[in-house]
């Protein structure tokens, strides 16, 4: 059974920092690894999408980088705004169910 | 495209009333999800659909749960009864076969009291 970790699980940062949230895997024959972003009381929002080929996705100042092989990944959020504070998920579709994992989050609180 | 549409966004009931929830997938997805996320246990795939077709309920806790999707625009899950343990956000979520990459509706919170 798929099992999916996210350290840490809640990370406080002054504004302008560069910052690394890791995800880490326990089955590594995945499909495809996703990253989501959830604000208090709403919707989870696609951050990025790493296809089990593919090593890393940019967009803007998100990177996420995948190592299936060690069954982990991480997301890099470089010059954090508050803007940027958020829940942070993780999750991979895996299993011939195609049934997509998540980890339990990082909260993050980019103060200003 | 207005994104996978949920209804209600909030419920509140007594131990033992019908739930029923709503989800309205985004036009061309042909595949669709239930999830529920509770503190506890986070976000769990509850059953999901392919081209209106049942695929995996087995995250379907008790038979108190049901779903039904009678066409490609519309979904229900039901819980009945529902008790208060079933209090949690329950989210939709629709994609394609062919990406896998999911696109979620913004929840429905559920309390039974």
């Known amino acids: 059974k798929q099992e999916v970790t996210q350290i840490p699980a809640a990370l406080s940062v002054p504004e302008g920092e560069n910052l690394v949230l890791n995800c880490s895997f326990t089955d590594s024959a995945i499909y495809n690894l996703q990253w989501f972003r959830q604000d208090p009381g709403k919707g989870l929002t696609s951050l990025l999408l790493?296809?089990?080929?593919?090593r890393e996705q940019t967009s803007g100042r998100l990177n996420a980088s995948l190592d299936k092989s060690s069954g982990r990944s991480t997301l890099y959020i470089a010059a954090s705004q508050p803007g940027d504070s958020a829940t942070y998920l993780c999750a991979v579709l895996s299993g011939s169910a195609r049934q997509l994992t998540f980890g339990s989050g990082t909260q993050l609180t980019v103060l200003p | 495209d207005a994104g996978v549409i949920q209804s209600p966004r909030h419920e509140v009931t007594e131990m033992g009333q019908e739930v029923t929830l709503r989800c309205k997938p985004i036009?061309?997805?042909?595949?669709l999800f239930w999830y529920r996320q509770t503190m506890m246990r986070g976000l769990e795939l509850l059953i999901y659909?392919?081209?209106?077709?049942?695929?995996?309920d087995s995250g379907m806790p008790e038979d108190r749960f049901s779903a039904k999707m009678p066409n490609a625009s519309f979904s229900t899950l039901k819980i009945q009864p529902s008790e208060p343990r079933d209090s949690a956000v329950y989210f939709c979520?629709?994609?394609?076969?062919?990406?896998?990459?999911?696109?979620f509706g913004p929840g429905t919170r559920l309390t039974v009291t």
């Open positions: 979520a629709s994609g394609t076969s062919g990406s896998y990459e999911q696109y």
């Open positions: 790493i296809q089990s080929s593919q």
């Open positions: 659909f392919n081209n209106n077709v049942p695929i995996d």
């Open positions: 036009s061309g997805h042909n595949s």
